[in-house]
């Protein structure tokens, strides 16, 4: 009867495991902009132990972004040009428009920005202030989708420096928190 009860109890554990070992990993590595984003958005990823690749999530993160970003001037300063258009693929190669890291620092370019002191019109400071106020993410998460929040909140954790740079390389460089330096060392 003990016999019984032992083996029943051993196959109930097994059961058990394999049931938990489908929707929990024991040991998971963090290692996509997406997986950062769902940790820092605190979306249960079912995982007993976590780690973090932060140079994996920083490529990744660069990637989508440089592609988000070169889509988005493409469309609104190349006439709806898309990301696949060989003028706009070349124009990000050359660093023209488009993101990349250099080390711990995050360069965003956009030459094609207005600035005309004789009419008053300096997109580049408005633009530069848009990317103060959000990556001041303490005051200003209740004004950010979870998208932007992602962007921001990743920007800050995993660079020193985010550097703006506009027409005739006019640039600034904002300092980051750089919470996550640790992780490149």
Same mark, same amino acid.
């Given at each position: 009867?003990k016999?019984? %009860?032992?083996?029943?109890?051993i196959?109930?554990?097994?059961v ?13 590595t ?6 950062w984003c ?16 932060d140079a994996?999530?920083?490529?990744d993160?660069?990637?989508k972004?440089?592609?988000?970003i070169v ?5 609104k300063?190349l006439?709806?040009a %898309?990301l696949?258009? %060989? ?7 050359l660093?023209? +428009?488009g993101?990349?890291?250099?080390g711990? &620092? ?8 207005i ?6 019109i300096?997109?580049?400071s ?6 103060r106020k959000?990556?001041? +993410?303490r005051?200003?998460r ?8 992602? +962007?921001?909140?990743?920007i800050?954790t995993?660079f020193? &420096?985010?550097?703006? +740079?506009?027409?005739?390389d006019k ?5 980051l928190?750089f919470?996550?330096?640790e992780?490149?060392?």
């Open positions: 009867m016999f019984l %009860k032992l083996s029943l109890v196959v109930g554990l097994v058990l495991a394999f049931v938990a070992s489908r929707f929990y990993h024991f040991n998971y963090v290692n996509t902009w997406d997986d769902s940790q820092i958005l605190e979306e249960d990823l079912y995982a007993f132990a976590i780690r973090f690749d994996a999530i920083r490529a993160f660069v990637q972004y440089n592609d988000f889509e988005k001037i493409a469309d300063y006439g709806g %898309k696949t258009d %060989k003028v706009v693929q070349e124009m990000a190669r660093k023209m +428009i993101v990349w890291n250099e711990d &620092n995050l360069y965003l370019k956009n030459g094609f920005l600035i005309d002191n004789e009419l008053g300096d997109e580049f408005e633009w530069e202030n848009q990317f959000y990556l001041d +993410i005051q200003n209740q004004n950010m989708d979870d998208f932007q929040y992602c +962007i921001y909140g990743t800050n995993h020193k &420096n985010f550097i703006l +740079i506009g027409p005739n640039s600034v460089a904002i300092p928190e919470t996550r330096k992780g490149f060392k």
